[in-house]
């Protein structure tokens, strides 16, 4: 089991790591949309899936993968009327890759952001 820490993405905000590496599996924890100063980014949806995305794609390759390799991601959202919005910045942070995926409306997430996402990656 591996640890990933990298300093491409926020610090975890709690007593959690930004992901871990089992075997050829890539666990992320929920990546929410801070930048690397722990300050939250935009206050749309599109805006803040944005920077959840940026920050996935910098644990990722902390953990030695990427976008494309993501076999399952988990979505919580603070209201599903941002569906749609918040599909198309997925679509576009994904391309023709498309995982499996949960979403579900929460409700609260963190310092009350609006989406949160954690992934599944393989690794190498």
């Not at 990427?66 to 941002?82: I, N, R």
Request: aromatic share 6%.
């Amino acid at each position: 089991m591996k640890i990933v820490a990298t300093a491409a993405a926020p610090a975890a905000i709690g007593p959690y790591s930004q992901g871990i590496v089992v075997g050829e599996l890539f666990f992320s924890s929920g990546q929410i949309p801070l930048n690397l100063s722990g300050e939250i980014v935009g206050t749309d949806i599109e805006s803040q899936a944005a920077q959840v995305f940026t920050n996935l794609r910098a644990v990722l390759a902390g953990a030695g993968s990427s976008m494309d390799k993501v076999v399952k991601a988990t979505v919580f959202m603070k209201d599903l009327a941002d569906f749609g919005r918040l599909n198309a910045v997925y679509a576009e942070a994904f391309g023709s890759h498309a995982p499996a995926r949960s979403c579900v409306e929460v409700a609260r997430l963190p310092r009350d952001v609006l989406v949160e996402i954690e992934v599944v990656a393989k690794v190498g």
